[in-house]
């Protein structure tokens, strides 16, 4: 089969090549899945540098999130050959065969592509656990989203929607404003750079928001800070600006404001039941059309460099999918 390696860890891809490669042995508690699509998150580009929080060992097989068909699994699992799953682990996905521990995949949801389902994932329990567990996301309320062109942004406004909330979307690229708000119908797009606040408060009657959502952090994070309402919520998603920001402890304390962690990987990792209820919440919402992934473009597997270099260079406005084998 073919698989994307990283055989070396490099600051511009050169350590990355798609080679012809054994398929993987089910091991005991894992499905044996032939991918149809695989999703490229932030994490697989950083992981191709050595600069993600989770280090595999090199060389390995890179991507996080695929949707395919079952081709084998144990009876105690609940799935059966020809199942069509979603799911993934931290490695393996950009592969035509990938084997998946059981616990790590679900039911495609109906209705939804493969190509769908694989963009699905990872985004949308980013968002719905660091929104409606962490947050207690409530209908009215106001929420900013910052790196509202990426796939965990996009999900963010699309399910912030979804709960009746009221979303100002925020990039740092003024040219993708327009394609953010067809995608996701915010009640504002706005150029996230400089001083902001100032465009918060004119589009909250001055409430400013009771969450504010970050992936990007650096100035945007310092920013933020100016934006969360009194007993709001900072959420801290990632720092895809390259700086991990500080906070002085007098700000929150003074404009009584909460600074969360999201690591919703983890979160389903310590708390099972939880993140196979937000899993079965995301399929419901999905299924009844109330939420949508949105996908940049589709990509064979051949042309993997195009899907990490625009990613790379934040050319894009949703997720980047793989298809195996086509």
Request: proline content about 5%; charged content about 20%; glycine content about 12%.
């Amino acid at each position: 089969m073919q698989a994307l390696r990283v055989e070396t860890l490099s600051g511009d891809l050169s350590g990355v090549h798609l080679v012809d490669w054994p398929a993987p042995d089910r091991a005991p508690g894992e499905v044996l899945v032939r991918v149809k699509a695989a999703s490229l998150n932030f994490p697989d580009l950083l992981m191709t540098k050595g600069t993600y929080q989770f280090k595999p060992l090199v060389p390995f097989t890179c991507g996080l999130e695929l949707a395919g068909e079952v081709i084998e699994a144990e009876p105690e699992s609940g799935f059966i050959p020809g199942d069509m799953v979603i799911g993934g682990n931290k490695t393996g996905a950009f592969a035509e065969i990938a084997s998946i521990p059981a616990r790590g995949l679900s039911a495609l949801p109906d209705g939804l592509t493969f190509a769908q389902g694989a963009a699905m994932g990872a985004a949308y329990q980013t968002a719905y656990t660091g929104l409606i567990e962490l947050c207690d996301l409530q209908p009215g309320q106001w929420v900013l989203v910052h790196g509202a062109s990426g796939g965990v942004g996009l999900a963010a406004c699309d399910l912030a929607k979804a709960k009746g909330a009221r979303v100002i979307a925020a990039t740092g690229v003024q040219a993708k404003r327009e394609a953010i708000a067809a995608a996701v119908s915010p009640e504002a797009v706005i150029t996230a750079r400089g001083r902001f606040r100032e465009q918060v408060a004119n589009l909250t009657d001055g409430k400013l928001c009771e969450i504010v959502f970050d992936p990007v952090g650096g100035d945007v994070f310092d920013e933020s800070t100016r934006c969360v309402s009194f007993a709001g919520k900072l959420v801290v998603v990632g720092f895809t600006s390259g700086r991990i920001a500080e906070i002085a402890t007098n700000i929150p304390l003074i404009k009584g404001f909460s600074v969360v962690g999201l690591r919703a990987g983890e979160y389903a990792r310590r708390f099972p039941k939880r993140g196979k209820s937000i899993n079965e919440a995301i399929a419901k919402l999905a299924e009844s059309g109330h939420i949508t992934p949105v996908i940049d473009r589709t990509l064979s597997l051949s042309d993997w460099r195009e899907g990490f270099e625009a990613m790379a260079a934040r050319e894009l406005v949703g997720k980047v999918v793989f298809e195996p084998g086509s």
